[in-house]
């Protein structure tokens, strides 16, 4: 299960002892096998040794032994030392995570605090994610519209089953994420008294264009400082004759925005 904590922390002893480490003496402490425990923490054996061999010239002291008897003819075992290490590594992970857990309660009673980190821990390939409020629903028999209030005034419209609508509890006032993928985007400088059928159209001024060796990744920043990102081929560039500092209109349809709503 993905861990959604907005608080996360690595503890590390003598600048190099981790979870890893430990997950290795523990292994070794129920298995009695360091072979064993080097696969089960991901170590090979001789790294094993080395990682261990280090900790006991930090600990002025061995955390391993060998044992003798047994049905397998003997094994390893760790030593009082070890036991000790293990165990107040074993303290310490509940004393950190009780320590986190009181950090991240004081955190959610900063409510715009807690928003930000919580739409930054969204991780998706969709390069344009933006932040909303839902202000306005339409449901259809098969197709909800949804419209989201961005920054500066501005509106992304997303249209999404009404199956899905239900599914993620979508309703007035609730804050949710638009999602767009950069190819989906389509830039505009001239309409030439066109209009046109898609609903999202969003005005800005192009403040990055980075080309690749077929396509060029156009930023239009928006009202309220959003940025939109649109992916083009390079010939498109050039026959637009887009550069920095230039007005440009960024559109894309509606069935082209996901929706992301927290839990």
Known sequence: MADTSLLQGNLLLAGRLDARFFALLRALHQTGS???????????????????????????????EASTGGRGGGGSRLTDAGCRLLSAWTALEERHGRFLREQEDWLLQQPALA???????????????????????????????????????????????????ARLGVRKGREALALVKASDVLLATDLGGWTLSARNQLAGTISRIQKGAATSLVGLTLPGGATVTASITNDAVDALGLAVGQRATAVFKAYAVMLALAD
């Open 34 to 64: 360091l072979r064993k425990a080097a696969h089960t923490a991901g170590y090979s054996y001789k790294g094993a040794w080395l990682q261990l061999e280090t900790a006991a010239n930090l600990a002025h002291e061995p955390l391993v």
């Open 115 to 165: 928003a930000l980190l919580r739409r930054s821990t969204v991780k998706i390939s969709a390069r344009n994610q933006f932040a909303g409020t839902i202000t306005d629903i339409h449901e259809g028999p098969t197709t909800t519209q949804v419209t989201l209030a961005l920054a500066g005034g501005l509106e992304i419209v997303s249209a999404i089953t009404s199956g899905a609508a």
